[in-house]
């Protein structure tokens, strides 16, 4: 009831008031209240209309925001409320550092440099979803090339030296099988060749400046180039750094299965070092190495071949560098504790009788070795090359020739039956990226690749 009416029927009850009732005052009464409730519901409604379009408003500068950052916050001076759409994505209005998304501070963190690599460069800030792209410079004149490694049948790498710069190293890659190369940028380290010596003689050259080797992991990203000195790539080659974290003289680096290994000498010691192949987090396995060889790496096992007093051996490991076992090889310990090669199912190991050389294999990870025939006249045990084409074939290079050795009908019988290989001297390495696919590489720089598994070669020109 209308607080006007009732004060009137209050007054009209007091006796010194009493009068006889007037209906149609009474009805003029009741009208003119009903008016002004009218006016106050209409009022009400316009004053919630009025916040529902200014609501409104708000929400559509929260989504330009979105779209075009601005610096405005709410009149309490806080962050305005997200709408239901930012809510539903999960972001936060104010992409400020304390507020920001959660995709947004993980994609910031994927970004920042990692600590304790010990590595004394900056870190390269990568893309990990990034192709690596191929170098655009053509290859400098004179290149001439000391290592090779590849990562498929038409992807590989070579690193060489480039006439007149004795202090840059440079990769060329081809994406074509070798029909074409172009350059990736030059680095600081000095390019050596191998001299087909044991690492570790007097004569060695190798110092934490040089390199003469390159290995890429089978993802084409992540690379290394050693022979004393470690350098890195994590970009396919277009941008390299120095590794100083490893002491020592570095003179090997395998990789597969996503991570790398490297066996180094430092002040007449050894010891084997494993790093994942995206990172520069090198720390040292617990295995003992008295006078190592030769380093394989496959999908499954982890081999250094190794000898001591009166024994040669391999040290295996088939879980990734935790533990090794001690194997028992067929080579003489008082010369060399020989060379392996690997393919995936099979361990190959020459080993030095003298001047010749034998040829074994194993296919249950060191246990028991088989000596393969060669044939006469024997293989050079300074002179030759091994590469594993397969658990049971593998080619032996020695200057102008290439010998397929194994148990399967198709392998050569003698060394007299080896392919030619016209223009090869002193060959330095023999490997295969597939069963059909192989290259072969010699002290001089001759480069040659067969696509039939050995049975004919030719010359690659890197340029």
């Known amino acids: 009831m209308d607080p006007l ?28 209240a009903a008016a002004r409730r009218r006016r106050h519901r209409t009022a009400a409604t316009s004053v919630v209309a009025a916040l529902v379009v200014l609501v409104g408003l708000g929400g559509v500068s929260y989504v330009m925001r979105d779209l075009a950052p601005s610096s405005q916050t709410s009149a309490a001076g806080g962050a305005p409320e997200a709408t239901t759409m930012e809510a539903s994505r999960g972001q936060a209005p104010h992409p400020d550092a304390a507020t920001q998304p959660p995709t947004q501070r993980q994609d910031q963190a994927e970004q920042t440099p990692q ?89 060695n050259q190798l110092t934490e400046k040089t390199v003469r080797e390159v290995r890429f992991s089978a993802d084409a990203r992540n690379g290394w180039a050693y022979g004393g000195a470690l350098w890195t790539t994590h970009e396919g080659g277009r941008a390299w750094k120095p590794i100083r974290s490893v002491p020592g003289l570095v003179e090997r680096v395998e990789a597969s299965a996503g991570a790398a290994y490297a066996l180094v000498r430092h002040d007449g010691s050894w010891t084997l070092w494993r790093s994942p192949v995206d990172e520069d987090a090198w720390k040292p396995l617990n295995v003992v190495l008295n006078q190592p060889a030769s380093l394989a790496v496959t999908r499954d096992l982890v081999a250094v071949t190794d000898r001591v007093q009166g024994k040669a051996y391999v040290v295996v490991s088939a879980d990734a560098g935790a533990t090794f076992t001690q194997r028992t090889t067929p080579c003489e310990p008082d010369l060399e504790a020989g060379s392996l090669s690997a393919s995936a199912k099979a361990l190959w190991l020459t080993c030095p009788t003298g001047t010749a050389a034998s040829v074994n294999v194993s296919e249950d990870a060191g246990a028991t070795w088989s000596q393969v025939p060669s044939g006469i006249p024997a293989i050079s045990a300074t002179a030759s090359s091994l590469g594993a084409r397969s658990p049971r074939l593998a080619v032996v290079a020695v200057p102008g020739r290439a010998l397929i050795l194994g148990k399967d009908s198709d392998a050569k019988s003698t060394a007299d039956d080896a392919a030619p290989v016209k223009g090869l001297g002193t060959p330095t390495y023999a490997g295969f990226t597939s069963d059909r696919v192989g290259y072969i590489l010699d002290v001089d720089g001759g480069l040659f690749r067969t696509t039939d598994g050995g049975g004919t070669w030719s010359p690659v020109s890197v340029r």
């Open 5 to 32: 009416e009732d004060r009137l029927r209050d007054v009209l009850r007091d006796d010194a008031w009493r009068l006889s009732p007037d209906p149609d005052a009474l009805e003029r009464i009741r009208a003119g």
């Open 115 to 203: 600590s304790g690599t010990g590595t004394e460069e900056p870190q390269q800030s990568q893309t990990k979803e990034a192709a690596p792209s191929d170098g655009v410079d053509p290859v400098p004149s004179g290149f001439s090339p000391v290592s090779i490694t590849a990562a498929s049948e038409q992807n590989f790498w070579v690193l060489g030296q480039a006439a007149g710069a004795p202090d840059t190293a440079t990769v060329a890659v081809t994406r074509d099988g070798g029909s074409s190369f172009s350059a990736l940028p030059p680095f600081g380290a000095k390019v050596v060749r191998d001299d087909n010596r044991l690492a570790g003689e007097e004569d």
